[in-house]
């Protein structure tokens, strides 16, 4: 896997920023078409997306910041530093969600219609996304004959047993076996390639791309076509995209964490229940309003 798609002398195109690009590019389309079915303008679409992008970079990076203070505390130089550690997706997504009301407050539009509007399509821009990561050797799962209970624990017990497994003569690493047929190698070069060197390893961003193609279709292709009420389909984006992060988490190798636990995992299961419970109340209270 190589992280750059073309060069021409000193300009390089990485995969990471083709993938956004294409699905920016295609989302903002999409964006327009429905903007057309519910008489927004296609300015105001065009400018939301724009908003909506910038707070959300802002939110993935800030948020990622947060949960490495003690590093950027001492390096505050690194902050801007965007490839000097990088962005979190629940950052992305609040940020997101901060510029749309901002921005809706501003148009005189319902917030939670721009989101309905917006939410599947980020879904089908998180999984086009993954496929940079997956060019990177990033957002990597651990080695595939890792025991499950190894995989389904905490991260320093995983190290704690990567770093004995190590140590481990080659007939006892061999009583480990391949849990799953289809791990993948990275190239050193790469984060994952790195830190586990010619091991297989879970695609988690493959797992993620996959799970973020099903929640996608399911919002765009089923609920947009039925009668909820405003804001349904954004806080369902909310609960699939929780549920998707929890899954891979279990996989992934070098999630954020939160006094012992995963961060995705705490703040996947936080937002989960708090969409969970609006859906509930503007539902009922949209079938009480008729």
């Known amino acids: 896997m190589n992280p750059i798609f073309l060069q021409i002398g000193s300009f390089k195109l990485s995969y990471y920023g083709l993938c956004y690009a294409i699905a920016f590019f295609i989302g903002i389309e999409l964006l327009k078409k429905e903007a057309d079915k ?3 303008s296609k300015n105001i679409i065009e400018d939301y997306a724009f908003i909506a992008m910038l707070s959300g970079l802002l939110g993935g990076r800030l948020y990622y910041v947060l949960f490495n203070y003690t590093y950027y505390f001492s390096h ?15 950052g992305g997504i609040i940020g997101g969600f901060i510029g749309t009301l901002i921005y809706a407050h501003r148009k005189k539009l319902n917030p939670f219609l721009l989101g309905d509007m917006v939410a599947p399509l980020l879904l089908l821009g998180q999984g086009i996304g993954r496929f940079g990561n997956l060019a990177n050797g990033e957002v990597h799962g651990v080695p595939t004959f890792t025991p499950l209970k190894v995989i389904f624990n905490l991260k320093p017990s995983f190290y704690q047993w990567y770093n004995s497994y190590n140590l481990m003569s080659l007939t006892e690493k061999a009583q480990y076996k391949e849990l799953v047929p289809w791990g993948l190698v990275f190239p050193t070069s790469s984060p994952a390639g790195s830190e586990f060197p010619n091991l297989p390893l879970h695609p988690a961003m493959l797992y993620e791309a996959a799970l973020n193609f099903i929640g996608f279709f399911f919002l765009y292709f089923f609920m947009r076509k039925k009668n909820y009420a405003t804001g349904t389909i954004w806080w369902t984006y909310i609960i699939i995209y929780s549920i998707n992060r929890i899954i891979v988490s279990f996989f992934r190798a070098e999630d954020l964490m ?16 708090i969409a969970a419970i609006i859906i ?6 949209s079938g009480s309003d008729k």
């Open 38 to 40: 519910k008489g927004i």
């Open 76 to 90: 505050p130089q690194d902050i801007i530093a965007v490839w000097k550690g990088g962005m979190a997706i629940h």
């Open 258 to 273: 939160l006094y012992g636990f995963r961060a995705p995992h705490v703040v996947s299961f936080i937002m989960l229940l």
């Open 280 to 285: 509930i109340v503007i539902n009922k209270k």
